[in-house]
């Protein structure tokens, strides 16, 4: 491992369609940036020109579950290696939204796949690559539903999903906080936005000191 790789951190938030974390993306990405951060802002599925394709196959049209599921290691798979690990050897941080945790639990769980295919194909596109730091931006399902009923005009295919299709979803990824305590920090979504940026900020700040980074202005 080169020492520009070893000074890079891949960063990943998830959560359940309407949970927030894309109210912070943009500011985290802004935080990080003020703190000295080169950083590559991402997001699956999609990220590269071949990914933001198949993202649009995934979300709009039917299809088989082995089908969905193949197609987000393909988007995961060009990703992973024209974008996330060249910009983490050049020594970069990266933030992404959503990675393999989220097939784990849209597909595994929600979908019902369960998690034996998903880690046979995690283990052949990533190997032992994962996430440095996982964020779950985490809120009861009626919180979510809420505010995906206040907040978009077309679905797509999984935001029209019912109730217990979500709760599996977040049940699968509670399941994955469980399996890998070192690598996720909860977040209450419930919790107004001033007060999640503060809890953000205050990770962040202890990241950034754990890699030897001044957390400038965080």
Known sequence: MSDDRRNACFLTLEGLDGAGKSTHVQWMADALRRAGIELVCTREPGGTALGEALRELVLRE???????TLLMFAARNEHLR???LPALERGQWVLCDRFTDATYAYQGG?????????????AWVQGEFAPDRTFLFDVPLAVARQRLDEGRDAPDRFEREGAAFFERTRAAYHARVAAHPERFTVIDSTQSIDHTRGVLAAELRALLASHGRDPGGL
């Open 110 to 122: 929600g979908r019902g796949l369960g998690p034996a295919p998903i880690a046979a194909l995690e």
């Open 82 to 84: 024209t974008v996330i």
């Open 62 to 68: 039917p299809m088989d579950l082995r089908t969905e």
